[in-house]
């Protein structure tokens, strides 16, 4: 079982980035899948979540519509678009997938995690 997330880069203030995340190991469909980030000296915080199909989503309230969770479960592979990106937004995002319906927002309720990708928004 295997989640690979990738995307991640360096971008100017304003910018947009998509992160992807590609599961292996297991059938993305039957998991809810989430984005939580992690910037230095800072606690692990939530970002996005998306329900087994794609038709429920949750935000972090700093998100304040400028990023969108979605998913292909053809793929095996959700995504997370990030745009009007702030400095604030620099650190390390990771994916992670919970099995069952529930789209929750706490990171103890997943059970796989990616290796995370660095964001940094920087002139």
């Known amino acids: 079982v295997q989640l690979q997330a990738s995307g991640g880069g360096l971008v100017q203030p304003g910018g947009s980035l998509r992160l992807s995340c590609a599961a292996s190991?297991?059938?993305?469909?039957?998991?809810?899948m989430g984005w939580f980030r992690q910037a230095p000296g800072k606690e692990r915080e939530f970002v996005a979540a998306?329900?087994?199909?794609?038709?429920?989503?949750k935000y972090g309230d700093f998100v304040k519509g400028r990023f969108t969770i979605s998913r292909d479960n053809t793929k095996n592979t959700a995504y997370l678009q990030m745009n009007s990106l702030k400095p604030e937004d620099t650190a390390v995002y990771y994916c992670?997938?919970?099995?069952?319906?529930?789209?929750?927002?706490?990171?103890?309720?997943?059970?796989?995690w990616g290796q995370g990708t660095q964001v940094t928004v920087s002139s």
């Open positions: 992670a997938s919970r099995f069952g319906e529930n789209v929750d927002i706490r990171g103890d309720q997943y059970t796989y």
């Open positions: 190991g297991f059938t993305l469909s039957s998991y809810v």
């Open positions: 998306v329900s087994r199909a794609g038709s429920i989503t």
